[in-house]
Structures are given as structure tokens and as C-alpha cells.
């Protein structure tokens, strides 16, 4: 067609047909993108996850509302140097020998050089951790072979500590690592560098359980929901589960093939994440079944840094943190039944490394903000970031979904009944008491009663006659619901502000003083007025109602009545019109011996007699003024009843 037109030279006519082609290129790329477009979201909306932790997101605290100023230790171990709870705070500080800092977690500023500390070691000090079951209690482990358990004041250290409640020893070299058991009370397990561990009962500081069998260094250990099985990581790059109570090897696996430090925990389901690194040093994470520890269910490779991932799980919302030592990121993830299993939430990321984390439990969380976890970061510079993690609602109100009931700090067990083998779920406490007491309240329950509209008959037809227009009568037949040619009747109104109803019309009326309030003689009797209501008002003229025989009297009447038998024996009382008259203007008199004009009203009464003549006569001129008060409210009560009833 192009040569065509071009042959016959039609250049318009051609440029509208390139013109025209064009615009249809163009629509059918628009219709074809826009139908990709499409199927494209619909694919997203089904892989987009529903879950209530999918949007937690990180808040920080403002460093001035911060510790700062922590002298950390400086010893090269692939430890976290720092624990807390919801109300100490535990650092591993530098210093002669393997001190540590315990300072109370809401204290805020920078903490002094010679703030008082616990001398707790004679060598480096390794790892602290506190009891699950008691906030003063902790305990500490050090290179000088020994493991020590103290107890902190509940007003935090006034001076330095050097004496532990219990002193373990039994290790023959440094001791690595330690675990408090999360359902025994007062059970200790501690792994050492001769690649032994030990089960002890903190409470008589004798050892329960020696268990041996690791060929190489124990790099970390981990207990179970209800420990009554603990996993732990080895040099020799195996992942073992081992019985708490007789220390056998239930479980055993290759682990990641690097030969960095690796760690692994327990979480939902028995299921158990590691973390560690490849043969390139490539960090990552894995997810295994404990029948299978070799192959993991879930593998993901994340970066090359080489800080050692220490992974902190929430077993009440089921949240993963990844924090790297040195690192300037956390990473969280949710762990579910769903495939993948293990999801990426967000990462949070800020300007100084770590150098010590401490992962708070649910009970020193805020449960009024929403908030579901919390971490608190040990700068390099020395400076306690606290990492607070939100879930974002409208709702003001405790979110009884976000927050299930944690873990107490009853014990499920004692020490003796662990020794006898005896394992127990942990006791379990809401983590706001007062909403919970609050949702525990017995409801109202409403007695429901019989439906009485259903047992009604339902109306017969032939009950109500309907009557049309056309069967009422004229206009003319119909009585007058307001006559014009007589007056109305006016109504008369108490002392209360109460209408007078009409009962019996009585035979003869004094004429009234006001020609105003005369009685309209009754119509001739023509029947039942549909407009007229069946209680009528009475007029009753003043005269007519204060004379002894004028009918019965409401209450109101009769007290208006007795107000007037008191207003004229108070007036027979007084002596004349004289005193009722207004006192006289003041006139000038003699100056004063100041040069002052002195009058009337500067007089002053010289006993008791002139006092009292003048309290008489102020009495009678308030009395004259308040009869003139009534009498002016009768005269405004009666023109607006006039106003009202168009008198």
C-alpha cells in the first residue's frame, strides 16, 4: 500500500495512513501491557503471605534517653558480652582480671568511671546470664576455670561486689559457655575447653550430671521448650541433641561446612535453626529436622562478613533476629508451618557496629505501644542503642493476639525432681496482668425470655372499620374544633407554676378585683367536640381562691396562702407607713474635725437600742421591697400566660 501511494503521489493521504498504523501499534502494546500488568498482580496477590508480624517494623530509642559511656571489654571471643532482663542490664567491662557491670535497665546518661562493679573473676570473663526464674540472680563464666553465681541488690550495686552466693568448680580449663535450664529451678548446664560439660544444682553447688563425648571445642549450647533435650554445636562442625537428664546423644548430623564458629537453637515444633558459613565464608542460615540435622529443610545464603550470627528467637510470635558481631545490621525473619518456612521480614540497619547484644523477654516489653520485642545494642563507642520493634495497629487497646501468655517465673520444677527425671511445660503468665484480669471478668448474660409477639393473634378484618372521604360528612355538619365567636378561656396559674384543672364548676363566684380574670359563662351543650381535649383548665380568680370557702386548694395554693397570713402578721407587727417610707436623703452638716462633710449615712449607732431601731428599720425596707418583688412577678407571670394563650 506504501508503494502504491507513493507511486500515485498522494503524500496526505499517506501520512494519515502511517499516521493511523501507528496509533494502532501503539493501542495494541498499551492493551498488551496492560493485560500483563494484570496478570502480574494477580500472581503477587497470590504469593503476598498473611501474617500479623508481616509489617513489625524498628524504632530506636533517642540517645538521650540512653546509657552511654560503657567500657566493654576488649577480649577477642565469640561471645555476647551483655544480658538482660526487665530490670538489670549486665555488661562485660574491661578492667584487672573479669569484672562485669550490672546497671539497672532504665537508667539513663553516662554511667561514672567509678561506677561500682562485680570483681567476679580472676581471669577474662566470657559470657553472664540471668536466672529465668529470679531478676537478682546471675551468673557468670570466666577462663579461670570456674563458674560463679551472684546475687544483685534490688536498688542495683552501691559498691563493688567480690563475694558470689555459689562458686562451681569442676572444669579443668576455661569454662566457655553456660545455659540456665528454662523449666528446673536452679540448674545450671556449663560446657568447658576440655570439651566436657557439666549439669549443676546452683542451689547445694554440687554437679548433677557430668557429660562428655565431644571430640573438639563446644561452641554453643541450647535448650529445648520444655528442656528436656539441649542441642549443641561443636569444632568438629556437628550438630548434636542430647538428653538433659542421662546426657545421651539422641540426634546427631553434619553441620555447615565452615570452619568459623557456628550456633544453633531450638524453635517452634522442635525444629532447629543454625547459623554459620561456607567454605567461601559466606554467612548463612539453615532450618532442620532433628531426625535429619544433615539436610536442612531451609538454606539461604546472606553475605560475607566474617562476624559470627547469633540468632534470638520469640517463641510467643515465633520471630528469628540474625545479629552479627561487628555488624551494623539486624536482620528478623518469622518461622511458620508455611513454605518456605523461614520468611524475610526487613532488615534494620544503622551507622555503628555491635559490639555486645542483649535480648529482652516479653515481661520487660511495653505491651501498651504494641511493642513485641526488644534489643539493646552496645556500640564500639560505648553508647546502649535500645532497638525497640513494633507491630503497627490502629487499635489504642491490648492486643490479646499479639501477646499470648509467656513464660513465668514460677518454676515448673525443682532441682530434685529434674535429678529424678521428671520434665514439665513451663508455667506460663499473662503479659499484661490487668488486661487480663479485665478479659477474665464473667460477662453480663441476659436472661432470654419468650417472644410474646409471637403467640398475638394476628387483627380480624372486620375489627376496625376504614372509612373513605367520600362517607364523612360535609364540612358544614362537622363541629368547629375552635369557635371565633367566643372567648377563650383563660387559665390561671399558682404560686408553683400550676394549672388549675377543672372538677366541679362552683354555684356562685365573687366578682374578681381584675376584670381580666372574669369566668366565661358555659356553652349550650352540643355534643362531644373530637377537637377539644378531655381535661379542660379552670379559671379561678385570686379573690375566688384566698377566700376560706372557694373550693378545694392544691397543695401550692395552700402553702401561697399561709406565705400570705405570714407577710401581713409580719406587716401587723410593724408600727406604721411612716417606717415603711424610704429614709430621708442625706443633708449637709457640720464639717468634720478632719474638714470632711459627714451625712446621714455616716452615722453611727452608740448602744444597743440604736442598733436595733436601725435593724428594724432596714427589715421593713426589705420587706416593702420584696412585696414590691412579688408584685412585679405577678404582673410578668400574668402577661406571659395573656402572651401564651393569646389573652
Not at 496492560?34 to 540517645?63: G, T, W
Not at 557468670?140 to 570456674?146: G, L
Not at 564500639?380 to 503497627?392: A, E, R
Not at 435593724?615 to 425596707?621: D, I, R, T
Request: net charge neutral; glycine share 6%.
Amino acid at each position: 500500500m506504501r508503494e502504491h501511494l507513493r507511486g500515485r503521489r498522494h503524500p496526505q493521504i499517506h501520512a494519515y495512513l502511517l499516521l493511523t498504523l501507528s496509533s494502532f501499534r501503539f493501542y495494541l502494546f498499551r492493551k498488551l501491557t496492560e493485560s500483563c500488568i494484570f496478570s502480574l498482580q494477580i500472581d503477587m496477590a497470590q504469593i503476598v503471605r498473611q501474617s500479623k508480624f508481616r509489617h513489625v517494623f524498628c524504632k530506636p530509642v533517642k540517645h538521650e534517653s540512653c546509657m552511654s559511656d560503657i567500657r566493654v571489654t576488649e577480649i577477642t571471643w565469640d561471645s555476647l558480652f551483655c544480658d538482660v532482663n526487665p530490670k538489670f542490664i549486665a555488661f562485660i567491662n574491661r578492667g584487672a582480671g573479669g569484672p562485669f557491670m550490672v546497671v539497672p535497665v532504665n537508667k539513663i546518661g553516662r554511667i561514672d568511671k567509678d561506677y561500682p562493679f562485680v570483681d567476679a573473676h580472676k581471669a577474662p570473663c566470657l559470657e553472664v546470664a540471668w536466672s529465668p526464674f529470679n531478676d537478682n540472680v546471675i551468673a557468670s563464666c570466666s577462663e579461670d576455670t570456674t563458674c560463679k553465681v551472684w546475687v544483685i541488690p534490688d536498688r542495683g550495686l552501691s559498691r563493688n561486689l567480690t563475694e558470689p552466693a555459689v562458686e562451681l568448680t569442676g572444669h579443668q580449663k576455661r569454662v566457655n559457655t553456660i545455659a540456665w535450664h528454662p523449666v528446673a529451678n536452679n540448674v545450671l548446664l556449663t560446657a568447658g575447653g576440655e570439651n566436657v560439660m557439666f549439669m549443676w544444682n546452683v542451689g547445694t553447688g554440687e554437679a548433677l550430671l557430668e557429660i562428655s563425648g565431644h571430640p573438639d571445642q563446644i561452641w554453643s549450647i541450647n535448650f529445648n521448650y520444655d528442656g528436656s533435650q539441649f542441642v549443641t554445636t561443636c569444632k568438629d562442625k556437628k550438630i548434636r541433641i542430647l538428653d538433659s537428664h542421662t546426657g545421651e546423644v539422641l540426634h546427631e548430623g553434619t553441620g555447615h561446612e565452615g570452619v568459623k564458629p557456628q550456633r544453633a537453637i531450638f524453635v517452634k515444633d522442635g525444629l532447629v535453626l543454625t547459623t554459620g558459613f561456607t567454605k567461601r565464608s559466606e554467612r548463612l542460615y539453615s532450618l532442620r529436622a532433628p531426625e535429619n540435622l544433615s539436610t536442612p529443610i531451609v538454606e539461604e545464603e546472606l553475605d560475607t562478613s566474617n562476624g559470627v550470627l547469633f540468632p534470638f528467637y520469640d517463641e510467643d510470635s515465633g520471630l528469628v533476629y540474625l545479629v552479627g558481631k561487628g555488624d551494623c545490621a539486624i536482620r528478623y525473619y518469622e518461622v511458620n508451618n508455611e513454605a518456605p518456612f523461614v520468611h524475610y521480614i526487613n532488615t534494620y540497619t544503622t551507622n555503628e557496629p555491635q559490639r555486645a547484644i542483649g535480648f529482652q523477654s516479653k515481661r520487660g516489653m511495653s505491651s501498651e505501644e504494641n511493642e513485641i520485642n526488644r534489643i539493646y545494642k552496645l556500640t564500639t563507642k560505648g553508647v546502649v542503642d535500645i532497638l525497640q520493634f513494633f507491630v503497627p495497629r490502629k487499635s489504642d487497646l491490648f492486643q490479646h493476639d499479639l501477646y499470648p501468655d509467656t513464660r513465668s517465673t514460677i518454676p515448673a520444677l525443682t532441682a530434685e525432681e529434674f535429678m529424678e527425671g521428671k520434665n514439665a511445660a513451663p508455667n506460663r503468665q499473662p503479659v499484661n496482668a490487668a488486661a487480663a484480669a479485665a478479659a477474665a471478668k464473667p460477662k453480663v448474660q441476659v436472661a432470654k425470655k419468650a417472644n410474646i409477639l409471637s403467640t398475638l393473634a394476628p387483627t380480624a378484618a372486620d375489627v376496625v372499620q376504614s372509612q373513605s372521604y367520600a362517607e364523612r360528612p360535609p364540612s358544614s355538619q362537622q363541629p368547629s374544633p375552635r369557635p371565633s365567636s367566643s372567648p377563650r378561656p383563660r387559665p390561671v396559674v399558682d404560686e408553683d407554676m400550676g394549672i388549675v384543672p377543672m372538677r366541679e364548676a362552683p354555684p356562685s363566684r365573687p366578682a374578681s378585683s381584675r376584670a381580666s380574670r372574669t369566668e366565661i359563662p358555659p356553652k349550650e351543650e352540643k355534643g362531644p367536640d373530637p377537637m377539644k381535649p378531655k381535661q379542660a383548665v379552670t379559671l379561678k380568680s385570686r379573690a375566688a381562691r384566698d377566700e376560706p370557702g372557694g373550693g378545694s386548694q392544691t397543695p401550692g395554693q395552700r402553702r401561697a396562702a399561709a406565705e400570705l397570713e405570714r407577710i401581713k402578721r409580719d406587716q401587723s407587727r410593724t408600727a406604721d407607713e411612716d417606717t415603711l417610707a424610704p429614709p430621708p436623703q442625706p443633708t449637709r452638716a457640720s464639717a468634720s474635725p478632719r474638714g470632711s462633710v459627714s451625712s446621714a449615712s455616716d452615722h453611727v449607732p452608740q448602744n444597743m437600742d440604736e442598733l436595733l431601731e436601725d435593724l428594724m428599720k432596714m427589715k421593713a425596707v426589705l420587706r416593702q421591697h420584696e412585696r414590691r418583688i412579688r408584685m412585679l412577678e405577678e404582673e410578668i407571670a400574668d402577661r406571659n400566660m395573656s402572651n401564651a394563650y393569646s389573652f
